[in-house]
């Protein structure tokens, strides 16, 4: 056991559940005024109901010991030998950092989620989702990954979760667009965010959460977090940098949603890669990311679809973005404990990343369909729409963000 | 007794009340209001999603003058506010029967 090693995740833990109340912020400002609580509630209440999951079996399933590759068996229900000895996934901080460390990821996943179904899901039908989905198709897919699982076998690189969270939650956020269906008046009425600076405050908690998030990922304070640290930084500012001037080209003006989108699209972007690539690759990750997602959330407009915060787009393929440009950047230069990618001679890594993520898109996707329709046929997925055009907050919650005098 | 109703861009709102009160204006009533006329609304981006919002912010100025000042002050307000641009607004000039003074009672041109 390492005490500096042990500070370190600790307060990278800390850093971590600051991005869900930072993500509340984000989806909040996002969405029209009479929606603000219920949406941040949705990312907000994850802090508690993932964390019982994560006690009980969560945390066995993602990592206990191995059952054919899949997912964790039980063994480590309700935390049973998960001490503060030091654990298999780390000799040098106690098992229960790594389990809190892991927990922080396996809250902000779900609530990432929130964002393609806000202003019109049942609060019940949220919770019933976020629990099945969390066991079902979180935990195995963090397992194949972190826990020994068969993408971990084929060499599949995911340094803090490209593929798990952010492949995930995108896919599950299109499936949850596809069958809870459009907003009234989507694409009719302009549905503009009633508050961009308390976005912007997300986006900067986020930014800032996921410095623990990449760094925490290496597991000690070594070099290895040092090259995630800085790697989170410059690709992120470089997102934000493209989209902006992707805006300007095409509309003639750069807007501060665009900055904060390119943020989301930098960070989401450099996640697999973080631990992998050096400073220079991570830039350019970041100013592709900014201008593919932007791409990718204009084609929602053109497609239909409604994915109300663009998880699609930001997570799903920024998070693809980011686990293909593992297999291209990764160089044993920047980190002898990893691989070279493609631009380094190896291409097989290249191919290895294009099987993990298709594995996890057509997993989530499939599983995340199901539960929804599941869902929907025991419970009903929506409000009614005279409570959709009341507000979710008034109709689901009896309480309103803001009271106009 | 007439009164004026003007509906101007905010930001000469100042230079107009100036140039009221040079004229011997007494008071009057801003409200912010929002409409539109020919110049209808501006264009919002939001990832790329664009939005025109049809109602423009304008201020709307009620003065009450006695009748001999009407022309001027329409004369004041219409070189003011004039920026020549589309959507510096419009004059609405009304008959008034009759204006007391809450607190005095008074009546008539007197009590403007």
Known sequence: ?405 | MRKIEAIIKPFKLDDVKEALNALGVTGMTVSEVKGFGRQKGHREVYRGAEYVVEFQPKLKLEIVVDSELTERVVDAILKIARTGKIGDGKIFVFPVEEVIRIRTGESGAGAI
């Open chain 1, 1 to 405: 056991m390492d005490s500096g090693d042990t500070a370190f995740m600790l307060v990278a833990s800390a850093l971590v559940m600051l991005m869900t109340p930072g993500l509340a912020l984000f989806y909040g400002g996002l969405v029209r005024s009479k929606n603000v609580l219920g949406t941040m509630l949705q990312s907000f209440i994850c802090l508690g109901v993932v964390s019982i999951l994560w006690v009980l079996g969560g945390y066995s399933l993602a990592f206990g010991p191995d059952v054919g590759l899949f997912i964790g068996n039980l063994d480590w229900f309700a935390l049973n030998a998960v001490g503060t000895a030091p654990g298999p996934y780390s000799d040098s901080i106690p098992h229960l950092v790594f389990c809190a460390f892991q927990l922080m990821f396996a809250i902000l996943t779900p609530a990432l989620i929130t964002g393609a179904f806000a202003e019109r899901l049942k609060f019940s039908a949220f919770m019933a989702f976020t629990i099945l989905w969390s066991l079902l198709v979180y935990a195995p897919v963090c397992h194949w990954v972190w826990g020994g699982g068969w993408l971990a076998k084929l060499g599949a690189l995911d340094f803090a979760g490209g593929t798990v969270i952010h492949i995930n939650s995108g896919v599950a956020a299109l499936a949850a667009a596809l069958v809870v269906g459009k907003r009234k008046g989507y694409q009719r009425e302009p549905f503009p965010p009633h508050n961009l600076p308390m976005t912007v405050l997300g986006a900067g908690l986020l930014w800032f959460g996921w410095f623990g998030f990449n760094a925490g990922s290496a597991l000690s304070a070594g070099e290895i977090a040092a090259l995630a640290f800085l790697n989170t930084q410059v690709a992120t500012g470089a997102g934000a940098v493209s989209w902006i001037l992707a805006e300007w080209v095409r509309l003639g003006k750069p807007t501060t949603l665009g900055a904060a989108t390119g943020v989301l699209a930098g960070l989401v972007a450099i996640t697999p890669a973080a631990g992998f690539v050096g400073p220079v690759s991570a830039v350019v990750i970041g100013l592709v990311a900014g201008v593919v997602c932007y791409g990718a959330v204009i084609a929602k407009e053109r497609l239909g679809y409604d994915d109300s915060l663009d998880v699609v787009g930001v997570h799903g393929v920024g998070g693809l973005w980011g686990a293909l440009a593992t297999g291209l950047f990764a160089s044993t230069a920047a980190n002898p404990d990893g691989v070279n990618g493609l631009f380094f001679g190896n291409a097989h890594q290249f191919f290895i990343q294009a099987v993990g993520a298709a594995a996890a898109l057509v997993y989530s996707f499939v599983l995340s369909w199901v539960l929804f329709k599941l869902i929907d046929a025991v419970i009903g997925l929506r409000v009614p729409l005279e409570d959709e055009v009341q507000g979710l907050d008034l109709t689901q919650h009896s309480e309103t963000g803001y009271t106009w005098t």
